[in-house]
């Protein structure tokens, strides 16, 4: 089976896309897939990780300043340029400027068509579609977005998480906090990283990791800071699923990482970096699994440093804060092997 991916990754939009398409892709490899990656050249793009994931890639030209430059007619007709002469049994697509006009383009160069989104924003013409989000009312508004065959799988339960985030079982931490995770991704363009470290630096005997990532805007800034060598301080950390679960506490964004916290059960302290982060934050917190301070631009040191020390004071909160956290994405492991066969059933063909 022949799998084309079309997903970017860039400094202004981080690298959810591109991560969970490499999990859907490691699973579908294992299953037998060949898979090609079509990726925009912008800055931060992760080919380098693709390829050392194994698998091959395409870069399209650059377009502009951002991925979603590119309108969705002259990305699907250099997708399909990419995508070469033999049609692959599925195309898939986790990108926020494609619609239903770049479906219909590539659909007669296709057996079928994948969607991943998290927006839930605008109807696609696909076979099957991933919306990993806790947002309500997903069927409802998919009921009229989507063509009446294609397969669906709604809620976080089918979030795509690495299978080493797989053995995550609720761990029972006890609330207090001595070791806390910072990681606010690869699009920290309000430099978060250093004004919770910043905040951090208040308390004494909290001990910290801090992940950069490999394309952070603020690097060179965040490394010469004094508070920098309190701290551990690293580019890449190729053991996300060990710190996580060293840590009591995370603080980061509602993005990709906020799923792989929920897995692990480490309770976070969280801040809005995109609109897309929106409702999923404000559930989170409603349900008790995060503690939303808001948007990022409006986030201060003395905004994380007071969010910490309710932390600090209230042991049992944060324990239950893991608990929820578990919860919201139980089943995803045994959820993604039902992904899996649903690319084995390719449709063979369309209802009219």
């Known amino acids: 089976m022949k799998v084309i991916v079309r997903a970017d990754a860039s400094t202004d939009i981080g690298s959810g896309h591109v991560i969970r398409c490499l999990t859907l892709a490691t699973a579908l490899r294992q299953d ?47 997708t399909i340029g990419a995508v070469g002469p033999v049609a692959p049994e599925w195309v898939i697509a986790d990108h926020y400027g494609l619609d239903r006009a770049w479906d219909a383009a590539i659909r007669p160069h296709t057996r079928a068509l994948a969607v991943i989104d998290d927006l839930a924003c605008t109807p696609r013409d696909c076979d ?51 070791r806390v995770l910072v990681y606010f991704g690869g699009a920290d363009t309000d430099n978060q990283t250093l ?15 801090v992940i950069l990532g490999l394309h952070h805007p603020f690097q060179s800034e965040i490394e010469q800071t004094p508070v920098a060598r309190r701290f551990d301080l690293v580019a890449y950390c190729d053991d996300v699923v060990g710190a996580m679960a060293t840590s009591d506490l995370a603080l980061g964004v509602c993005g990709g990482a906020a799923w792989e916290r929920c ?10 970096t995109a609109d897309n982060q929106v409702e999923d934050a404000e559930i989170l917190h409603e349900r008790g699994a995060v503690d939303c301070l808001g948007w990022s631009r409006d986030v201060t040191a003395r905004i994380w440093t007071d969010a910490m020390r309710r932390a600090l004071d ?25 992904i899996v066969q649903a690319f084995r059933d390719i449709p063979d063909s369309r209802p009219c």
Do not use: W
């Open 32 to 78: 037998g897939a060949e898979v090609r990656f079509v990726c925009r050249d912008c800055p931060g793009h992760m080919a380098d990780r693709i390829a050392a994931a194994g698998f091959a890639f395409t870069l399209l030209p650059a377009a502009g300043p951002a991925p979603t430059s590119a309108t969705a007619r002259t990305d699907a007709a250099q």
């Open 128 to 178: 099957l579609l991933i919306n990993h989000t806790v947002r309500p009312n997903l069927e409802a508004f998919y009921r009229h977005a989507l063509p009446s065959h294609c397969r669906r799988f709604l809620g976080p339960g089918y979030v795509l998480l690495r299978p080493a985030f797989d053995q995550g079982v609720a761990q029972q931490r006890d609330g207090t906090v001595k």
């Open 314 to 338: 209230d042991p049992a909160r944060v324990r239950r804060m893991g608990t929820a956290a578990h919860a919201i994405v139980e089943g995803h492991a045994r959820n993604r092997a039902q």
């Open 195 to 209: 004004r919770a470290m910043e905040a951090l630096s208040c308390f004494d005997g909290i001990e910290a990791t």
């Open 263 to 272: 897995a692990m059960s480490l309770p976070s302290l969280v801040c809005i």
